[in-house]
Each structure stands twice: as C-alpha cells, then as structure tokens.
C-alpha cells in the first residue's frame, strides 16, 4: 500500500476516471444520498457525511456490473454522491425557514429553492477548487475524513473485508422504515407524562434506528450533551414553567407539556444556539484568520508544467464562473424583491462572505473533518449580518416592506449557507483525490456535476416531504388551522425553525426575548465550564425523544470501543495500548459504515413513504395491518438495536463475549462513580 506523502495511482499513469458509467452511477447514488440526507437533516436537525458510504456503496455497484473498475471511478463516484448530500445540509438549514415565517411562502416553490441551490453549490465548489492548492498541497492539512475516505477506497481496490457491509445494513434499516413508516406496525414514538408533587414528569423515546446510528457515529461525548441538553430543557425548565405559570393549552397531559416546550422552552434553544455558534466561530478565529490570509495570498496562477495529478480546472475560468453566478444572483434578488439596490448590495455581500465561508470551510475540515464544521455557527452569523444589511440598506434607506426584507434575508442567508456547507466537502473530497491519484480537474468536474444533481433534486425532494409529512411543526399547524391536516408526523426542521424564528423577531419583533435571555445565560455559564455549547444547545432545541436514540446509540459505541480495549489488553485500563486502540478503531469504522446503511435506509424509506402519501396510497389499508401497542414497539425497537450492535462489532478480537464485557464495562464505570464520592482523608 502506498504511503499517504505520495498518490496511490502515480501521475505516470492514466486509468479511468469520469467514465459514462461513473456519471450515471454517480448521479442515480446523488439522488438517492441527496433525499436520505434531506429527510435525516428535517427530521433530527443532524446530517452525516456520505463519502465513506458513498464510496463503499460505489465500489459494489460498479464492481458487481463491470469486470474492470479503477479505484479514481469509484473515487469520482463518491465525489458525486456526497455533493448532492452535503449540499442538501445547506439548503435544509434555511430554505424550510422560508415556510415559517408568515406570509412568505406557503408551499416549496421548486424553481427558486433550485436556483438557491446552484447558486450556491457552484459558488462555494469554485471558490474551494481555486484553494485546493493552497490547502492540500502546499500546506497539506490532513483531512481525517479525507484519509477515512481514501483508506475505504484503497480497502476495497485491494479486497478488503466487510465492503458488503453497508448493502446489509441499508437492507435492515430498509425494513425497519418500511415497518414503522410504511405499514405503520409499531408506534414511531413512545412516551407518557406523570404527576409528580404538583407539576409534571415526561418520558419518551423516538423509536429509530437512524437516530440510534447519528449517535454510534459522533461518539459518547457529543450525543452524551445533546442528552443532557434534552433533559434540561425536558426535565427542569418544562416543570418549573408549568409549576409556576400553569399548563396552558392542550386536551391531555403530554399535549400540555409540548406546548409549554414549543412556545417557551424552545426559545431558551434559540438563544442558547445564537451564543453557542458565534462563539464556535470565535473560538476558531486564529484557524479562520490563518486560512484566510493564505488564501488571499495564494497564488492562482496556471502552470502548463504541472503533473497530471496537479492538474486544476484552469482558474481563469473559475473566477469567470464565480463573477456570472454573482451576477445571476444580482439578478435572482433583483427578480424576488424588486429593488436593483438592495440586490446590487446582496449580491456583493454574497461574493465576500461566500469567499470568507469557503476559506473557514475548507480549513476547517482539513483539521477537524467537515462533520465538525460549524456549518450551524456560520449560517447564523451569516444571518445575523445579513439581518443588518437589509435592515440599513432595506429599511432605512428605501423604505421596503416587512415582507420583503425578511424575504430578501432569507434568499441572502440562503445561498452562503448553502455556499458554505458544499466547501468543506469538496476540500475533503479533493483531499481524497490527492491521495489516490486522482486528477484534480476531472474531480472537480464530478464535482460540479454532483452539485447540479443535488440542486436538481433538493427541491422536489422537500416539496415531497412537506406535501406527505409538513415541513416544521410551525408551518405545518399554520396551514393545519385552514385545511385541517394532521401535523403528528410532522418533520422537525430545528435550524430552519430557529432562523425563522431570528428573522421574524429581528423585523417583526414577536420573539419570546425572555426565554431568548435565559439561553443565552445558559450558553455563558456552558462556556464558563468548557462544555461543548452547540450540542447542548441543540438538545434543548430538539424535543428529548429525539435525543435518546442518540444517546443509547452513543452508549452503544463507548461499549464496543471498551470492549476491544478489553479484550486485547486483558483489562481496562486508563490508558489502553497501541493495539488496543487500533482494535477500537477497527469496531469505529465498520460501526460507522453499519450506521451509515441503517441511516440511508430508514431515511430513503421515509422519502418513499413521503411519495405514496402524496400518491395517496395507503399501505395499512392495503394490507390490513394492525399497530402493536408500545411495549411491543419497544421490544421491536429493541431487536433492530441488537442487530445494529451485533453487526457493528463483528470486527472485535474473538477472545471474548459481550455479555461478559458488558458487565465489566458495567463494574469499571460504577467503580469510577464510586471513587468521584469518596472523601479523601
């Protein structure tokens, strides 16, 4: 196997790249990671990367069709595929805001969330190709998910084991959606309320396997917090509102309890977010600045000289691009809200901050990953800026209407945010393709193509969504009071509620500014502690049977990678060996790519399901099926967690079993426990 310094395919050789087959395999998986990850993102308000899936699932298509398969097809393949759904996590964080707030839109208009889509897919993908220089080569940040990436595709170009895995668990996770969402067998959600010494106590769970893998992924630690933030907000400030102010609204216990959630408590998350992203992006001033400066002072050049596999889309023709798509955009403002001025200064504000976010961006993920970006943290600055632009410009200067200057926010935010979510992506996307010897022009083509699939593809894909399930609960129950349509299913949209609901209070002024105050307080006292901010944030944001999935899904992870702590070092020890920690990496990647299936599954079943309710077929009428009551949903629930963990640690060393590790996992943390309450004398 090469080293990671120099390519996998040397520039001497020319093999297969963006072939015919690359394209179509690539655009028909862009679909489907763009509508899997549309439908996670509105659902729980997370998304996850898909170039490893991507890539693993490229690697068995191409390779069960076609004798002859070169490794950069599959990397090409990947490309594409994780564009449409990258790009999808822009669009979610900010399109279906336009929904919540009122009188702005009423239904997904395709055309537009189109064009915000390109626009802003193709803005961040060519400001990051003329950084990929800059980034990859001369400074060579390491991309760990770039790295994760290459690893899988070299795996399987050599025969590694376990590259089916995936196909299984998207089968799985195929049937649980298609039990729980499609024949509506078992209940999708489990909870109950009790009194309790005057107030009320709440208890749930979101049964789904999706949400269980989202957790196995980012680790114990981040879905530890999001917990902790659901019981918070769940836990303490739901009671000691109710306690003091009364119940309100509502027919029933668990009715009455949700609303003191949405219309207070949820607020405290809005402020607590604001905080939280600003200081994700403070706190990375010195990376933000550095990459920023090397960016300016980079050089963009093209060299005829150059080897194959240095080879950029020449950048003349870059910023060429980059100066029609500002100037589509100017034209795009202009179209929506009619003043030439206010677009004139949107479109300019677009160009610097696009380039600004593409610079964070792309650093970013060469040093964390680009599932650590604070994609979240900078949309909301970017709307914060935004909100004072249109503000001066809008309202101050030519005197527009309320409706225009949240709309004109809105399509501002819109495409910088999408701009922003692509560019890291495609920095670590190009990383991959640096190491395995890709050719950078003809991977940045696959590139652009993946976007125009995924911009192609968000739209319909969200106006499904909303007809079958409504998109945020706010939307849904505005248009619920005329039509009279059912919003128990309906998607969650977190970000996109919590921008509505920051533009609608900047204009309007109909925010709950005291309950916006206490999460700001509790953000500072989070900062104070070192906690990790976001997280907690966007648990007190996302109603706590969401969280609990994640949680146990963390737990899950934490007692695989103890369990090869386990087995190779004969104990647990503090500190685990070299090997041990590598044996836990092994349980890590092939946990990561079973949660990866489980996710796409479930949620392209959801997109499914979303498509035969909109086609008005039924398939409980269908087949008669009945509903299990919640014990038994929960005992189904439980089956597909067993499956999940069976699979995800078939990779452990065989000197053991998990009942066995399980209970001295068990012991060790309850002896740290212990130890933290005893008194030293």
């Not at 707030?101 to 803005?123: F, K, R, S, Y």
């Amino acid at each position: 196997m090469a080293e990671h310094g120099e390519p996998y395919i040397p520039a001497s050789e020319s093999p297969l790249e963006l072939t015919v087959r690359v394209v179509i395999v690539g655009i028909l998986l862009g679909i489907l990671m763009t509508a899997a990850n549309a439908y996670l993102g509105l659902y729980a308000g997370m998304t996850v990367s898909a170039s490893i899936p991507a890539a693993v699932m490229s690697m068995i298509i191409l390779r069960s069709l076609f004798k002859e398969v070169t490794i950069l097809e599959n990397n090409a393949v990947q490309t594409m595929a994780s564009a449409g759904e990258s790009l999808a996590a822009g669009v979610i964080f900010t399109v279906p805001a336009l929904l919540v707030i009122p009188n702005l839109w009423d239904d997904i208009q395709l055309l537009e969330t189109t064009i915000i889509a390109l626009l802003g897919g193709l803005m961040g993908t060519m400001f990051t190709i003329a950084l990929r220089r800059l980034f990859i080569v001369e400074e060579a940040l390491p991309y760990p998910e770039g790295v994760a990436c290459r690893e899988v595709l070299v795996a399987g170009e050599e025969g590694g084991e376990g590259s089916q895995a995936i196909l299984y668990a998207l089968g799985i996770g195929a049937i649980y959606g298609l039990m729980v969402k499609g024949f509506q067998a078992t209940h999708h959600t489990v909870e109950g309320v009790v009194d309790f010494m005057g107030t009320k106590i709440y208890g749930g769970i979101d049964l789904s396997v999706a949400l269980l893998s989202v957790g196995f992924i980012v680790g114990i630690r981040i879905a530890s917090f999001i917990f902790l933030g659901g019981m918070f907000g769940f836990m303490i400030l739901v009671p000691m509102y109710g306690l003091i102010n009364g119940w309100g609204q509502g027919d029933s216990s668990i009715e009455q309890f949700k609303w003191i959630w949405a219309t207070q408590i949820r607020y405290a998350g809005v402020g607590a977010m604001v905080v939280g992203g600003l200081y994700t992006l403070w706190s990375m001033r010195k990376s933000i600045i550095t990459g920023i400066s090397k960016a300016l002072k980079s050089s963009t050049g093209d060299d005829e000289n150059l080897l194959r596999t240095e080879i950029d889309l020449p950048m003349k023709f870059v910023f060429a691009f980059c100066t029609v798509i500002v100037g589509l955009t100017l034209l795009f403002y202009w179209w929506k809200t009619g003043s030439f001025i206010l677009s004139l200064a949107g479109a300019a504000f677009l160009a610097v901050t696009a380039f600004f976010f593409a610079a964070v961006a792309g650093y970013i993920a060469g040093v964390v990953g680009s599932s650590n970006s604070p994609v979240s943290g900078m949309t909301i600055a970017t709307l914060l800026f935004t909100v004072a632009l249109v503000w001066i410009i809008g309202d101050l200067m030519l005197g527009l209407s309320t409706p225009t200057l949240m709309l004109a926010t809105m399509l501002i935010a819109s495409i910088v945010a999408s701009s922003a979510a692509i560019a890291g992506d495609v920095m670590q996307d190009l990383k991959t393709g640096h190491m395995v010897g890709a050719t950078p022009k003809i991977q940045q083509t696959a590139e652009i193509i993946g976007v125009i699939t995924g911009a192609l593809v968000i739209g319909p894909t969200l106006k499904l969504l909303h007809n079958a399930f409504g998109i945020t609960k706010t939307a849904c129950l505005r248009e619920a009071a005329e039509t009279g349509r059912s919003c128990d299913n309906a998607l969650t949209a977190p970000q996109a509620e919590l921008i509505g609901d920051i533009v609608r209070g900047s204009f309007v002024g109909d925010v709950n500014m005291q309950m916006i105050i206490l999460g700001v307080v509790i953000a500072i006292v989070l900062i104070w502690l070192k906690m990790p901010v976001m997280s907690v944030a966007i648990g007190i944001y996302l109603p706590l049977g969401l969280s609990v999935p994640i949680m146990l899904g963390g737990v899950l992870s934490y007692f695989a990678f103890r369990s090869a702590h386990l087995r190779v070092d004969g104990e647990l020890r503090e500190k685990p060996s070299k090997k041990a920690v590598d044996a836990a990496k092994e349980v890590e990647n092939r946990g990561v790519l079973i949660g990866a299936g489980f996710i796409a599954g479930e949620s392209i079943l959801g997109v499914l399901v979303a498509l035969l309710i909109v086609l008005e077929i039924d398939l409980t009428e269908i087949f008669n099926t009945g509903v299990l009551n919640n014990f038994l949903s929960l005992m189904f629930f439980g089956w597909f967690v067993l499956v999940f963990l069976w699979l995800a640690t078939r990779s452990l060393p065989t000197n053991g079993n998990l009942v066995k590790d399980f209970s001295v996992i068990v012991r060790d943390i309850f002896s740290k426990i212990v130890s933290m309450f005893k008194v030293t004398k």
